[in-house]
């Protein structure tokens, strides 16, 4: 939910500028927010700068930039995210053969302990928990849904920013970034022409 106007003096220690008003407010994760969350990252969007905060526990980032200085938005949807089915067939086959090496190797060197309760070697045991955490991992990264970032380019600079939230929440706040953008642009090229017609700006 993106707000219409806000009369907010200062975003998590951020003091605004004379005259600033924050117009939207973007949470990687939840989205669109209508005020400012205590924590976590966020993008703000102001009609005078684009700010980047970040508040994670000992982590703390503050990041500002003229909205002059805002050459562009993009958004990209279905980012993959964790290690590619290739990758992990890479790892299952090296882990395999490492574990065949290990277990050939160890299997007259290793004491006999055996778990009371499971009836197990412990060796076994062992190898058992990592193949079972190996498949959790597995499963994960294959349905783990792709994720979205967006970027913010200036003139020497880019912010980029992993999301979750809706892809609508991340398009609203990179047209409000640009609707400023333009705004300021217009502004700009509106004041000297007034100067040079003489007329006397307030």
């Not at 924590?39 to 700068?49: E, I, M």
């Not at 067939?89 to 065949?100: D, I, M």
């Not at 045991?125 to 913010?152: D, T």
């Amino acid at each position: 939910m993106q707000p219409a106007n806000s009369y907010l003096s200062r975003i998590r220690g951020v003091q605004l500028l004379p005259g600033e008003r924050a117009r939207a407010f973007l949470n990687p994760e939840s989205g669109l927010n209508a005020e400012p969350p205590p924590d976590g990252q966020l993008l703000v969007a102001t009609n005078r700068r684009f700010i980047n905060l970040l508040d994670g526990g000992e982590t703390q980032s503050r990041q500002m930039f003229a909205l002059a200085s805002v050459s562009g938005v993009s958004v990209r949807n279905d980012v993959g995210r964790g290690l590619s089915w290739q990758k992990w067939a890479s790892l299952v086959v090296g882990g395999a053969a490492v574990y065949l090496a290990l277990a050939y190797w160890l299997v007259d060197r290793l004491p006999l302990i055996v778990i009371p309760v499971v009836n197990l070697h412990a060796f076994a045991l062992a190898i058992m928990v990592l193949v079972v955490v190996a498949g959790w991992l597995f499963w994960r990264g294959l349905s783990h849904q792709a994720g979205r970032v967006i970027q913010v380019h200036g003139m020497n600079w880019t912010v980029e920013v992993n999301c979750t939230s809706d892809q609508e929440d991340l398009m609203s706040f990179a047209h409000t970034l640009i609707l400023m953008r333009s705004t300021v642009q217009t502004a700009e090229s509106i004041e000297p022409a007034k100067l040079e017609s003489g007329v006397n700006i307030q």
